[in-house]
């Protein structure tokens, strides 16, 4: 994988602005600017510190299975969010940069037409689903993606003592033979839907939550409609620092990067 785009800018704290909340936009002006939902996520590499909160909360609300040291050892753990390292520079100078990387949700996904029991597919709000009893672990599909954020369960899970009883009912326990990765955590996208029907109402910008996006301390983690342009997440993703990962791959992903920004670059620029 590339190494992070790094943004050079010596007003860092200029970009607290750009994370502040959304404008409040009525129903009709949402509707009258959006071609359908497609959901989608920003990470701001600036503001993620690598501490993980993210990977914790994901697999606590999707029941992903611990990874003890045997997994570990054999080489099987599994996660649905990695989160990556990077070291640019020398010693004494060494920087480390923190990047998370999940299912991209591409719009254009190469798993999708390896699936030969039909899996998984793309639906009309840009989500990449995972049908877990249709697969048959195959396999095609986590050997087809080029950000190897697909996992196959090579054991039946196990949760040791009372874990088992904090298991959440609204998401699927995948068992031996089955591949998994990052939904979105649609289960919550649905709630709000329901939610918002109850209420007679579409679901609005901010109403959707995932379980990484709620942990994350720094706010480095935004959710939205990326085809709602007033949404939070789609005013993310037109900053200048935008990118996406491996883009000469051409699989148009839901999910848009920030680069970091160095504050201290032209700093170091002026000592050599």
């Not at 029991?117 to 050997?143: D, K, M, P, S």
Request: hydrophobic share 35%; charged share 25%.
């Amino acid at each position: 994988m590339a190494s992070i785009p790094t943004a050079v800018n010596n007003e860092a704290a200029a970009r607290a602005a750009a994370n502040a909340g959304a404008r409040t936009i009525s129903a009709e002006e949402r509707a009258a600017s959006s071609g359908g939902v497609r959901w989608g996520m920003v990470v701001d590499a600036d503001l993620c510190t690598g501490c993980q909160a993210c990977v914790v909360a994901c697999q606590a609300e999707n029941n992903v299975a611990l990874n003890e040291e045997q997994r570990v050892n054999e080489k099987r753990a599994k996660a649905w969010i990695r989160i990556e390292r990077y070291w640019e520079g020398e010693y004494p100078n060494a920087k480390a940069r923190f990047l998370p990387v999940m299912c991209q949700h591409c719009a254009t996904a190469p798993c999708e037409p390896v699936c030969p029991a039909w899996a998984t597919y793309h639906n009309e709000e840009g989500l990449n689903v995972q049908v877990y009893n249709r697969c048959i672990g195959t396999r095609f599909c986590a050997n087809g993606c080029p950000y190897s954020v697909r996992h196959f369960n090579f054991w039946n899970p196990e949760w040791p003592g009372d874990l088992e009883n904090q298991l959440n009912p609204d998401v699927t326990v995948r068992t031996k033979g089955i591949i998994e990765k990052c939904t979105f955590c649609v289960q919550r996208i649905n709630r709000a839907r329901v939610d918002a029907s109850r209420q007679g109402r579409e679901v609005a910008d901010g109403d959707v939550s995932p379980a990484c996006v709620q942990a994350c301390p720094t706010h480095a983690l935004v959710f939205g409609d990326l085809n709602d342009p007033f949404s939070h997440a789609a005013e993310r993703s037109e900053d200048e620092r935008s990118y996406i990962l491996l883009e000469e791959r051409g699989t148009e992903p839901g999910v848009v990067y920030l680069a970091k920004v160095d504050p201290f670059a032209h700093v170091e620029d002026e000592h050599h």
